[in-house]
């Protein structure tokens, strides 16, 4: 593919090469400026009626006696003509005040990229000029040099010099230049972006290079090359024993976004890393308020038992929201080396789990990646491989295809028309998400024995411990853990 | 001498009194069992926080346009995405709720900047001093 070379500067200018380059001092802002690459020393801005020349905002010098007093412009590329700038003393004074004007040349062997300070190019002295006219704004103007016509990157440095209480003000810079640094580089001058797809992002940040459809990796949750972990309590309506590995499923999510931060692909992770109960079930997820027009295919999901209906692209056919089912079936992707259970009982070895791959695709019209981040993303359970049986995270409705007939039943304290579900009535939960992996408790071993900050974080409303399950000192009791 | 260890004893259970904890109703003490917890109904449960990051845009001569990554302190990559340095812009994520800092980089510009009740504020802009 022939890479494409675009010079940062015409890139930057929407193609359209800049005449004239101007300073009116009308942000009023010095960090604005600065911002832009822009330098000012002991010269900042005035909005006081009596200084200001035009506008708003003029610039001020200040801090005679001796220091040094300056404006260096941003690395321009400087053309024929003449540049020309407002100037007038603040109130009268001797007769040694006035600008001294020079350029600098761009030197890639110095760290700011300075080269050598010219020798002076232009010099004004208002002492020479008769009151008023020295408080009355005069219109510099000189020739740019022959030596800084020569296609490189030169800056201006304008410096005042004046009594020590006095102040020099400017306004209306116009040079005939094109802008040339590079804000988002050290201010350094303007480089060659290299952009092999064309798709506006460079190859340097290009995750996708040769991909103009794509152009951004990243994961969730917040765990580059690690994983999440969803926990459950299968038997719910009933209480369980509130070990919480009944179900303990990893995620990850790759998300692949285009330059305009349109979710293309997401591709999951997901594999059973335990299995503390005695019911096999399948497992889920929704993702919540997101038609399934939006997405143009699913694949890789392990579907052996048969009560799983797909629709064409792949989710869950008879579903409102994009629904996908990674397994019908836990023990189709088990890999157990003997007992009772998966992975939670330390007495037996550790065995292993199939890790299943989901791929979706999206079509047009593509979502931002924001919503992806915001949206609730809703695992569930399937409980004994009975479709209408969902088991969710703590007030999250099931699918179009889960019962509701089994809410206010048991120990389930659920409320539909209040948005309460999946509770005790003393609002327990039957699953959690974690953005970690989870260090789930050992069998039968309560949560609270486990995770020792775990009641706190509860009882407080999430503000105390919000990291109760990092493995910090103090933090869990290491027998109680897996 | 026996007014004495009377005095000393009186002092004992005036002092032993003043020392013994008071549960006042609003920190519940911490349950041996799971099912005992006392949750607020209103409890979500979540480990993640939604945060709003609000990023200034500084006004530019001619348009300046590159890739803005958000990380956490690890530097692993939680958002990417082109960003023109003039537009001020809102972007949602959800996050793990122990993160109290994340990293953002534009360009040659790298700061943290702090999770405060569920926003961040991101600016670029420098300090106002002399170069």
Known sequence: ?482 | MKTSIYVVALAAVVLGACSKEVNDGVNPTTPARFEDLQVDANFDWKTTQDVTINIEGIPTPVPVQSTLVITDVQGRAIHKALHTMSETESLSMTLPAHIKTLVVKYGSNEKEFAIENGTVQVSFLPADQDQ
């Open chain 1, 1 to 482: 593919m022939k890479k494409s070379l675009l010079l940062s500067a015409v890139l930057a200018l929407g193609g359209v090469a800049q005449a004239q380059f101007t300073q009116t001092f009308e942000s009023g802002s010095r960090p604005v400026e600065v911002a832009n690459c822009w330098s000012f020393r002991n010269v900042g801005f005035t909005n006081t009626s009596s200084e200001v020349i035009t506008g708003t905002y003029s610039s001020e010098s200040y801090g005679g006696n001796g220091n040094s007093i300056f404006v260096k412009t941003p690395w321009l590329i400087w053309n024929n003509g003449n540049v020309t700038l407002d100037a007038r003393l603040r109130s009268l004074g001797n007769d040694n005040q006035g600008v001294n004007v020079y350029f600098i040349p761009f030197d890639n062997g110095q760290p700011n990229g300075e080269g050598a300070v010219s020798g002076l190019v232009y010099t004004y002295n208002f002492g020479a000029q008769a009151a008023p006219n020295v408080i009355t704004p005069q219109n510099l103007s000189f020739a740019v040099p022959a030596a800084v016509k020569n296609g490189q990157p030169w800056k201006m440095m304008i410096t005042f010099y004046m009594d020590n209480t006095n102040e020099i003000l400017t306004d209306n810079w116009s040079m005939p230049a094109t802008y040339y640094s590079d804000p988002l580089n050290s201010c350094l001058p303007s480089t060659a972006i290299l952009d092999a797809d064309n798709d506006g992002v460079a190859d340097n940040d290009d995750d996708f290079p040769n991909d103009p459809n794509l152009a951004y990796l990243t994961y969730y949750p917040v765990n580059a090359a690690g994983f999440g972990s969803v926990a459950y309590e299968d038997l719910w309506p009933a209480k369980g024993d509130f070990d919480f590995n009944d179900l303990v499923v990893d995620y990850q999510l790759q998300v692949k976004s285009d330059a305009q931060s349109r979710v293309r692909f997401v591709e999951a992770d997901l594999y059973a890393r335990a299995v503390g109960a005695g019911i096999n079930h399948g497992f889920g997820f929704e993702i919540d308020g997101m038609s399934p027009g939006f997405i143009s295919s699913v694949t890789g999901q392990v579907l052996t038992d048969g009560y799983i209906t797909l629709a064409g692209n792949g989710l869950e056919a008879g579903q409102t929201n994009a629904v996908m089912i990674p397994w019908d079936n836990t023990e189709s992707v088990l890999n157990r080396v003997g007992g009772p259970f998966h992975n939670t009982d330390p007495n037996f070895g550790t065995g292993t789990a199939d890790t299943v791959h989901i791929v979706i695709a999206f079509g047009s019209p593509y979502i931002a990646d924001a919503y992806l981040y915001s949206t609730a993303l809703k695992p569930f359970l399937i409980k004994g491989r009975n479709r209408m049986m969902e088991v969710h995270l703590p007030d999250r409705a099931p699918t179009d295809l889960g019962t509701f007939n089994l809410f206010g039943t048991g120990d389930d304290d659920s409320n539909p028309g209040a948005g309460r579900y999946y509770k005790t009535s003393n609002n327990l939960p039957w699953a959690l998400a974690l953005p970690v992996k989870f260090d789930y408790p050992v069998e039968k071993a309560d949560m609270l024995t486990a995770h020792l900050n775990f009641a706190a974080w509860a009882q407080s409303g999430g503000v105390m411990f919000p990291d109760w399950f990092l493995n910090l000192p103090g933090y869990r009791n290491a027998t109680n853990v897996y």
